[in-house]
């Protein structure tokens, strides 16, 4: 498992790209068979991919659990959000099978002592995107899909940023001790997400775009509001954004991303907003 430690705002207004991606940037998600995991000391979240074809994957393969997190088992003091964005596929938590469609999402809370992986088709295999967060209690774990999630329509075809930002881990459908994410849809033509934009100093957030068409790419912009910087983000990329930075991009066409946030609050309106023309 790749650790990141936390970066200062003061240090990122002198990064190259090349530095601003390995400290930002998650990449290469999705190696068959394996898992892949970056820890960050940003709240200390957890931003896992997994692409199991023809084997069963557990989800702290490749992760010494002991020397990482100080526990017998990933989820001893932590609890996980997970999404499928590949083809079908199926969860085991603690001898509980879900099975996990497109865009399905899976909640599992702390002390599921074992978590597994499984693709219906190898040829078409389950992409499992996945943000843990350190938890102190036991909730329920559920089921999410689409349908349950909270629909939240944002934006219009003028500004083109017209999309719906699903609620699926929120205290509206379920409790968590403090992980929250969803699913934001940009509808045919639209390319802006969250503008205008907003930082929250209580919260951390990571987004992972995806459904980004072959060829085209997300300019997702970062850092403090006056001093903004961006990275290019290819399909099924993700970026850690800090409790200080701004998070929202253009897109070279319509995508979808899923949001993640843990820290302070839960509470999804905490957000400091900004207008275009405070940026800089
Ligand atoms: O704090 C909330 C997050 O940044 C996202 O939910 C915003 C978002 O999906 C959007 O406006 O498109
Ligand atoms: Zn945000």
């Known amino acids: 498992m790749e650790i990141r430690y936390t970066v200062n705002q003061k240090d990122i207004k002198r990064y190259t790209t090349e530095e601003l991606r390995s400290e930002f940037l998650v990449n290469g998600l999705y190696e068959e068979n394996e898992v892949k995991a970056v820890y960050s000391h940003i709240d200390r979240m957890v931003t896992l991919g997994c692409m199991p074809?023809?084997?069963?994957?557990?989800?702290?393969?490749?992760?010494?659990?002991w020397k990482n997190f100080g526990t017998h088992y990933f989820l001893e003091r932590r609890e996980i959000g997970i999404f499928?964005?590949?083809?079908?596929?199926?969860?085991?938590?603690?001898?509980?099978?879900?099975?996990?469609?497109?865009?399905?999402?899976?909640?599992?809370?702390?002390?599921?002592?074992?978590?597994?992986?499984?693709?219906?088709d190898a040829k078409h295999p389950a992409k499992f995107y996945m943000v843990s967060a350190p938890a102190h209690r036991v909730c329920k774990t559920k089921f999410i899909p689409i349908e349950d999630a909270a629909k939240r329509p944002l934006g219009e075809a003028k500004t083109s940023n017209k999309r719906t930002i699903n609620q699926f881990i929120h205290p509206d459908v379920l409790e968590t001790c403090q992980l929250s994410m969803g699913m934001t849809v940009l509808e045919s033509g639209n390319v802006w997400n969250s503008m205008p934009c907003h930082t929250h100093e209580r919260r951390m957030e990571i987004y992972m775009y995806f459904?980004?068409?072959?060829?085209?790419?997300?300019?997702?912009?970062?850092?403090?509001?006056?001093?903004?910087?961006?990275?290019?983000?290819?399909?099924?990329?993700?970026?850690?954004?800090?409790?200080?930075?701004?998070?929202?991009?253009?897109?070279?066409?319509?995508?979808?991303f899923i949001w993640a946030m843990g820290g302070e609050n839960q509470a999804f309106d905490d957000m400091d907003n900004l207008l275009q023309t405070e940026l800089k």
């Open 53 to 65: 074809t023809t084997e069963t994957v557990a989800i702290d393969k490749g992760i010494d659990c």
């Open 84 to 120: 499928n964005i590949g083809g079908k596929g199926s969860i085991e938590a603690d001898g509980v099978v879900y099975e996990m469609g497109y865009k399905d999402c899976l909640y599992i809370t702390k002390e599921t002592k074992e978590v597994l992986f499984r693709s219906d």
């Open 211 to 256: 459904e980004v068409p072959e060829d085209h790419v997300v300019f997702h912009m970062m850092g403090e509001p006056t001093e903004t910087r961006h990275i290019i983000m290819k399909n099924e990329e993700a970026v850690i954004s800090p409790s200080w930075g701004i998070h929202c991009g253009a897109g070279t066409s319509d995508y979808t």
